[in-house]
DNA sequence: CCTTGACCCTGAAGCCACTTCAGGCTTTTC
DNA sequence: GAAAAGCCTGAAGTGGCTTCAGGGTCAAGG
């Protein structure tokens, strides 16, 4: 199948397929006489799994370590469960950043019910005044 | 003060300063006769509120937009309110986001418990199958 | 046979928010 | 007078793509 097929059987932009090749996460495709790439089922495999890894946070390298390791099937997975622990660890504290961000961005919204003008507006004045006080702080 | 200062007492780097100033969120400063860089008290301040902005999870271009606003204080405040909710709005959906990720890296994790052999890995077989890659077969 | 349009190719540049690097100037301190 | 600390500029690198410019290939229709 060429290129289009590919990626309309997965989703995956055409652009795309072709970064991932550049990066290694895809095999050199063989070409027609026509220079155009033709793939296999069993690339349109390797690009569901990469995109189900990026779908879960992961980034290209790691899913580059992940390749390599399901490529040498008689190693040990030591190296996937860190890397799965990392990833949560790494959740965990972005949930946790967010949510003090989610705080901090309602109260801060209810500084300003209606349209003001922007000298009495209280979201802008308790913008002023936290980088103020932050300075005071630190 | 000269821009190492500035730096020290807001703790940003020397170099994100200089990037400040090209991308116009600091005004151009005055300099020495050696051409460096002279900062005023007004300089550290809106570095502070470019920072608190930031810690935000606001865009350079957002506080650009703040940074506007804040210049002309007779105009409204309408395009800070709609600025935050829709900032509020994003942060939500990123939560929740994030709260899927953790379920299904938690779920994930849970198929290898000790370090298994590559092909028997719990992990990359769940990786695998949620992919549709059954690479046993291959 | 020719053209149109869909499809494909490459290499380079753009995006964001910085960071890093190479190479050189200024000022202070010993 | 020489080293060290501080500053300068412009360019390139980061990640994960996307977009762009300027082409080549191929099947169908006139």
Redo the contacts between chains.
């Keep these: 199948m060429q290129i289009g097929e590919l990626a309309r059987s997965t989703g995956v932009k055409i652009e795309t397929i072709r970064y991932y090749e550049r990066e290694q996460l895809l095999p050199v495709p063989q070409r027609t006489d026509g220079n155009y790439r033709l793939y296999s089922p069993?690339d349109v495999?390797?690009l569901?799994?990469i995109?189900?890894?990026r779908s879960?946070?992961m980034s290209l390298e790691e899913v580059r370590l992940?390749i390599g390791?399901?490529d040498?099937?008689?190693?040990?997975?030591?190296t996937?469960?860190a890397l799965?622990?990392e990833?949560?660890a790494e959740?965990?504290a972005?949930?946790n950043e967010?949510?003090k961000?989610?705080d901090?961005?309602?109260q801060?919204?209810g500084f300003?019910q209606q349209?003001?003008?922007?000298?009495t507006?209280g979201?802008?004045m308790e913008?002023?005044r936290?980088?103020?006080i932050?300075?005071a702080q630190?």
């Design positions: 069993r495999e390797q569901r799994f995109c189900y890894c879960l946070d992940l390791v399901l040498t099937p008689s190693g040990s997975c030591l996937v469960n799965l622990d990833k949560i959740v965990d972005r949930v967010l949510h961000l989610q901090q961005l309602r801060l919204r300003c349209p003001d003008e922007v000298k507006c979201i802008l913008l002023n936290s980088a103020g932050d300075k630190i």
